[in-house]
């Protein structure tokens, strides 16, 4: 039988992100790669669901959320940003994930550009596709903070919001007020939407400071918050979110939200009343035990021959370069093929290349046992190389027979209309992947 299925569809089937979660992990993987918190949701959370499903909180929920939660994230903004928002501005969602779907729906059209960081959390881009829009991927600076000014040379007349996500998701970069402050300002200059996901904007290293989007009070009208509770609170089974928008787009947003997930479960709306309400005590506690994981598997990875760790700042997760001459791709199959599961940096743009991403969000028992297994694989690696290298650097003292350059030297740049050069890069293949998440951009060889 033959189907017809969209060919937005068809351009995000079978990416990196679908392959690892369609994968099936044997018995006994060491799963770090999991963004799922080891952590049980708190008592308290737990109890007032118990209390609403005993009132008979089972029936649709009110229009845009429950009167209790919408208030109760308001007070959450006002405390934590010192922002005024009406219960009119918010929504509840289906975790962040609809909250997404639903302001990406709302503002792009088929050809329309989001600009996004590069490496970001893999789902924007794919709706943007599945939208038929064009994700525009800027690489982060050498730290991997944002470069602002390669972001202002990605705009482009068919570009409508930039999206941040922070804490970032893979590197765990938290974002400095002067970066989000250059991005608003830019979005007030070019008349942009900036949109930030916040999902890990509690989970911080000691001495890191998250710095909230609404708190720019001065560019209210054209910021947007995706939140979540399910890495907070431990509530990622629970799929529970919100939105905060301008005044003026609320209403809009929620018909589009209705219209992909239908009201989210009062008594879970009430859970999240209590968690925003209740004693963030299970907060605090939960990110001490994170910094340790993060510390314990960031000392463990830099004991590592040919893994180069980011220095965690935010979220469960550890942000790897690394030395080997394999694709992010193929190091995390092998890594799989040893019995642990991570995720390839090139599943989070075309800059993750050379990346791999660990997760601390579990016990630290497998933490070690993972880690003991990565560098064993990485040891192998570099046996590997040892073999292949050794004979040419022997020949290297053999006069003409020597070759002359190294066995990677593509040396491309990946070109667009506005200006703007990515690069280098040292294979075709790295180039071509770069590629594929700017529009129309050109492989060619980089100006010397």
């Known amino acids: 039988m033959r189907r017809h299925i969209s060919r937005y569809v068809q351009a995000t089937a079978g990416g990196e992100r679908t392959r690892h979660f369609t994968a099936k992990q044997p018995p006994g993987m060491l799963k770090l790669d999991s963004g799922d918190p080891h952590f049980a949701t708190p008592p308290h959370i737990r109890e007032a669901a118990r209390h609403a499903l005993d009132a008979g909180l089972t ?14 994230v308001c007070e959450t903004v006002e405390r934590e940003a010192g922002a005024r928002c009406s219960p009119d501005d918010v929504f509840a969602t289906n975790g962040a994930t609809s909250g997404i779907y639903a302001v990406f729906t709302a503002f792009l059209d088929p050809g329309d550009e989001v600009i996004l960081m590069d490496p970001t959390f893999s789902l924007y881009a794919l709706v943007a596709r599945q939208l038929g829009a064009v994700p525009v991927a800027v690489p982060h600076g050498a730290d991997y903070h944002i470069d602002v000014a390669a972001v202002r040379a990605a705009v482009t007349p ?3 919001l930039i999206l941040v996500n922070n804490p970032n998701n893979p590197t765990g970069v938290v974002y400095r007020r002067d970066e989000l402050a250059a991005l608003a300002n830019l979005c007030a200059e070019r008349d942009l939407l900036l949109v930030a996901d916040e999902a890990y904007e509690k989970l911080l290293q000691p001495g890191c400071v998250h710095v909230p989007l609404l708190s720019f009070h001065e560019h209210r009208d054209r910021l947007i918050l995706i939140h979540t509770f399910s890495k907070t ?37 009430r859970a999240g009343a209590a968690a925003l309400r209740g004693s963030q005590d299970c907060v605090a506690e939960m990110r001490g035990e994170y910094g340790k994981r993060g510390g314990l598997m960031h000392r ?33 199959g092998k890594i799989w093929d040893a019995g642990v599961a991570v995720r390839s940096g090139t599943e989070f743009g075309a800059a993750g290349e050379g990346h791999l991403r660990f997760s601390y969000s579990v016990d630290p028992t497998t933490i070690e046992k993972g880690m003991a297994i990565v560098g064993e694989v990485f040891r192998g690696l570099g046996r590997t190389l040892a073999s292949v290298l050794l004979p040419l650097l022997l020949l290297a003292g053999c006069g003409e027979e020597a070759p002359k350059k190294p066995a990677v030297s593509a040396n491309l740049c990946v070109f667009l209309p506005n200006g703007m050069t990515l690069g280098p890069y040292d294979t075709a293949k790295e180039c071509a992947t770069a590629k594929e998440n700017m529009p129309r951009g050109e492989c060619k060889p980089c100006a010397k």
């Open 158 to 160: 068919r570009t409508r």
């Open 300 to 332: 463990l990875a830099l004991a590592i021959p040919g893994l180069r760790p980011v220095d965690p700042q935010g979220g469960f997760y550890l942000y790897c370069r690394y030395d080997a001459s394999l694709s992010a791709a193929e190091v995390r």
């Open 233 to 269: 609170y431990a509530m990622t089974g629970w799929r529970l979110g919100y939105v905060v928008a301008p005044s003026d787009l609320g209403t809009l947003l929620f018909g589009v939200h209705r219209a992909i997930a239908g009201p989210i479960t009062t008594f879970v709306q």
């Open 59 to 72: 029936r649709y929920a009110p229009g845009q959320g429950d009167p209790e939660f919408l208030a109760a």
